[in-house]
T-cell receptor, first 110, second 110 residues
Framework: AAGVIQSPRHLIKEKRETATLKCYPI?????VYWYQQGPGQDPQFLIS???????DKGSIPDRFSAQQFSDYHSELNMSSLELGDSALYFC?????????FGPGTRLTVL | DAKTTQPNSMESNEEEPVHLPCNHS???????IHWYRQLPSQGPEYVIH???SNVNNRMASLAIAEDRKSSTLILHRATLRDAAVYYC???????????FGKGTHLIIQP
């Protein structure tokens, strides 16, 4: 069965640089979610989109923005990167209730 | 968001049943109770969810207290592959993000 695809899987950036993470949901899933998991931490919800509109917002920094495109894929844009942004970023997609998580993108900020 | 309380860790033997408790005394009347688990180096994985009645699926059973202030995830015959961090998270469903509190680290002994 098709799963959530995230790219890239690993990303290394310098402080103050920008990064773009991409998420391709499971076909026919109309809702996408972004989560951040710092080292040794529990996942924290950032933002979600339903039918290309922002739906719910969590603890997403103002330096981050996201959108969902007409083909339902989503991108998380991160600017002015800080050392504390180093984390695993998970994307999840859903059609009704159950969220299916991708393998994550590991972002390292040096 | 409803606050949840779970044991930090639990240990069980392989092929024995495991009961994982969760207290969510501030849950709203319309929130579903979701359970997810996270295996090492993987994204969270959906386990089960319910509203008021007990629920069963191929992975587990969910027993919900009559007052909905607590629930118990039941793994009927634990295997080594069930070793993970288990999270209960009340959520309105739909495009609502999940709030992952401090889950229970389940250790399975062979």
């Amino acid at each position: 069965a098709a799963g959530v695809i995230q790219s890239p899987r690993h990303l290394i950036k310098e402080k103050r640089e920008t990064a773009t993470l991409k998420c391709y949901p499971i076909p026919r899933h109309d809702t996408v979610y972004w989560y951040q998991q710092g080292p040794g931490q529990d996942p924290q919800f950032l933002i979600s989109f339903y039918e290309k509109m922002q739906s719910d917002k969590g603890s997403i920094p103002d330096r981050f923005s996201a959108q969902q495109f007409s083909d339902y894929h989503s991108e998380l844009n991160m600017s002015s990167l800080e050392l504390g942004d180093s984390a695993l970023y998970f994307c999840a997609s859903s059609f009704v209730n159950e969220q299916f998580f991708g393998p994550g993108t590991r972002l390292t900020v040096l | 968001d409803a606050k949840t309380t779970q044991p930090n860790s639990m240990e069980s033997n392989e092929e024995e049943p495991v009961h994982l408790p969760c207290n969510h005394s501030t849950i709203s009347g319309t929130d579903y109770i979701h359970w997810y688990r996270q295996l090492p180096s993987q994204g969270p994985e959906y386990v089960i969810h319910g509203l008021t009645s007990n629920v069963n699926n191929r992975m587990a059973s969910l027993a919900i207290a009559e007052d909905r202030k607590s629930s118990t995830l039941i793994l009927h015959r634990a295997t080594l592959r069930d070793a993970a961090v288990y999270y209960c998270t009340p959520s309105g469903g739909g495009a609502d993000g999940l709030t992952f509190g401090k889950g229970t680290h389940l250790i399975i002994q062979p």
